[in-house]
């Protein structure tokens, strides 16, 4: 790929991507009253971070098995503790034990 080629890709995805963005702020003029579009709007962002870090959880070890260990621990010490950096070393600990589990059977 050259460098006009490029900056032509580069300039179709920023213009797209501004009007993603822009269109929503220059077609809403009032504040929103419904309560549906409310509630529906404020769960946006966790769900579109659950839908990209979900799959990516069971596929980040290379074993599903883990990574399901793993992301099994998170979660549940996530329900307890709200502390990222604890649910970090919990879910790390306990694709570790697994892989040496594994390895030894």
Do not use: H, Q, W
Not at 62 to 91: C, E, F, Q, R
Request: hydrophobic letters at 60%; charged letters at 10%.
């Amino acid at each position: 790929m050259d460098t006009k080629e490029f900056l032509i890709y580069l300039l179709i995805m920023a213009g797209s991507t501004y009007l993603v963005r822009a269109i929503p702020f220059a077609l809403m003029r009032k504040k929103l009253k419904n309560r549906f579009a409310i509630s529906f709007l404020y769960y946006i962002p966790y769900t579109v971070l659950a839908a990209m870090t979900f799959p990516a959880a069971l596929y980040a070890t290379g074993n599903v098995l883990s990574a399901s260990v793993g992301l099994a621990a998170a979660i549940v010490v996530s329900l307890k503790s709200k502390s990222l950096t604890i649910v970090a070393v919990t879910a790390c600990v306990g694709v570790l034990l697994t892989e040496c589990i594994i390895a030894f059977l």
